[in-house]
């Protein structure tokens, strides 16, 4: 459920949108296989999906969309980095992405990247269950 999801550790969260044939537009960009059970065409969605999974510069074929960001913000957190972005094409607030220090080299406030959002890891919540959620 999006309650755990979020009590479980640090989550990015997107609005979206369920299209036809049980796809989700996120941004400009259609992903299939992600539609919530019950969700209806056109209705708003959660979208979510944890820092660890999102891919920085992604090869081809290793994300399912891909995304253009800036960075933001830093921050060197032992084993791993994490990263705040801002992409200009997902609502939501900042991205926040963590990746280890060995695979991803020091990147300063105002470099540009690509991100991109492997499908598997992504997880889609109807809004209607999510409004039920209170945060504290």
Do not use: W
Not at 35 to 46: C, D
Not at 111 to 132: E, F, M, T
């Amino acid at each position: 459920t999006l309650f755990v999801a979020q009590f479980d550790g640090a989550m990015n969260e997107f609005s979206g949108f369920a299209e036809e044939g049980g796809n989700v537009r996120l941004g400009s960009q259609l992903l299939q296989g992600i539609q919530p059970p019950g969700a209806r065409v056109h209705e708003r969605l959660k979208i979510c999906i944890r820092p660890e999974h999102i891919v920085v510069n992604p090869a081809v074929g290793t994300a399912d969309v891909t995304f253009d960001a800036t960075v933001r913000m830093t921050e060197f957190l032992g084993a791993f980095r994490r990263l705040h972005l801002t992409v200009p094409e997902l609502s939501g607030g900042p991205v926040v992405v963590d990746q280890s220090v060995s695979a991803l080299q020091a990147m300063s406030a105002g470099a540009s990247l690509r991100i991109g959002l492997p499908a598997r890891h992504i997880r889609g919540y109807a809004n209607a269950a999510a409004d039920q959620i209170e945060r504290p």
